[in-house]
């Protein structure tokens, strides 16, 4: 949303009594006939700022697809007193603004961004073996399992060819090689007595359903229904059949601006994008709407159950042509045909 700097010709602003106060615009009058002076209404500029913002994506499409427990937008705005408020009283309860900075007049959030954070919120009977029920609400996961977990999410890091992660990309083009942080699952805990764990990544940018795919093979490896060397495989130019975890788990949780920061955060001016102050506000939001939906959904839904009685009809062994066709013999269908996805900046 970025958009040209304020006229040059106005006086800088200032602040006065907890609010903003906007120098009147030298504006010369116009004189009417008669001799008498029309006088013109003050003119407010305009500031760029950014908007820190959560949401619960399900009921409506997301900015990206998927809910957001730290979204930020750049815009310009007249800086009223109490915006925040104002705003958030359009707002309903799903989604908040919470929390405002001044950033420099040409800012831009999506451009301006080093980094983003997702995570993915599964119920953790996704790892238990395949031959268990594909929904054991009483599995539990073990302290093994999770260090399994965690040493096959780990080879995600560094920088990988993902052409088989997504739909859009070949082989061979240099935009499906993509760069990943880390990427990492929490330990479990339990919501209305079923557990969940939480996998989170960071990278760079991300492609169309890359991080779906990035757990649904995983997942598929942790129960049993594929070698782990399908996980060098897939980054190889040969097409692989990675399967694709439901969307409702994945959230964007914060976006990253440390050049931005480096540059700008210490400079006198403006503050650093870092909303350590907002932290309680993001987690009560989480723990208010993003994981009771999320749960509640599971619940009522059973996507993750649902999706995983799919993985015995992938071939990991064969080429994703073969493995399509197979799935469409079967009448296997993806459970999660909405779009609760991942996209990047292209």
């Not at 925040?84 to 040409?106: A, E, Y």
């Not at 399908?230 to 040969?238: H, P, Q």
Request: charged content about 25%; glycine content about 8%; hydrophobic content about 35%.
């Amino acid at each position: 949303m970025a958009g040209k700097d304020a006229p040059a010709a106005h006086p800088p602003d200032r602040k006065a009594r907890g609010g903003w106060v906007w120098e009147e615009a030298q504006n010369p009058p116009k004189r009417l006939r008669g001799g008498e002076v029309e006088e013109q209404p003050r003119k407010l500029p305009k500031r760029k700022i950014v908007l820190l913002m959560a949401y619960s994506g399900k009921g409506y499409h997301g900015m990206q697809g998927v809910s957001a427990a730290g979204q930020v937008v750049s815009l310009k705005v007249w800086l009223i007193d109490d915006l925040l408020d104002k705003i958030n009283s359009h707002l309903p309860s799903h989604i908040r603004i919470l929390g405002l900075k001044r950033v420099t007049g040409g800012f831009n959030s999506k451009n301006r961004c080093d980094a983003r954070t997702y995570f993915y919120m599964l119920p953790t009977f996704a790892f238990a073996h395949k031959d268990r029920d594909v929904q054991d609400e009483t599995y539990r996961l073990s302290a093994e399992t999770l260090q399994q977990v965690n040493r096959l999410l780990a080879c995600y890091q560094g920088t990988h060819n993902f052409h088989n992660f997504t739909s859009q990309k070949g082989p061979r083009e240099p935009s499906a090689r993509r760069y990943v942080l880390e990427m990492f699952c929490e330990p479990p805990f339990e919501r209305e007595g079923l557990e969940f764990a939480v996998i989170k990544v960071k990278g760079q940018s991300f492609m169309m359903h890359q991080i779906r795919k990035m757990v649904g093979l995983a997942v598929a490896i942790v129960k049993g229904y594929a070698p782990e060397s399908v996980l060098e495989r897939s980054w190889g130019e040969e097409k692989v059949d990675v399967p694709k975890a439901p969307g409702l788990g994945l959230v964007l949780e914060r976006v990253h601006f440390e050049t931005y920061n480096q540059r700008f955060g210490g400079d006198g001016l403006h503050e650093p994008l870092d909303w350590a102050q907002e932290e309680a506000k993001v987690a009560a939001f989480k723990e208010q709407h993003i994981y009771p939906t999320i749960v509640s959904t599971e619940r009522h839904e059973r996507s993750m159950a649902q999706w995983l009685s799919t993985l015995p009809v992938h071939d990991f062994g064969a080429t994703a042509l073969a493995a399509s066709a197979a799935a469409a013999g079967s009448g296997a269908q993806d459970p999660s045909p909405e779009d609760g996805s991942d996209q990047d900046t292209d």
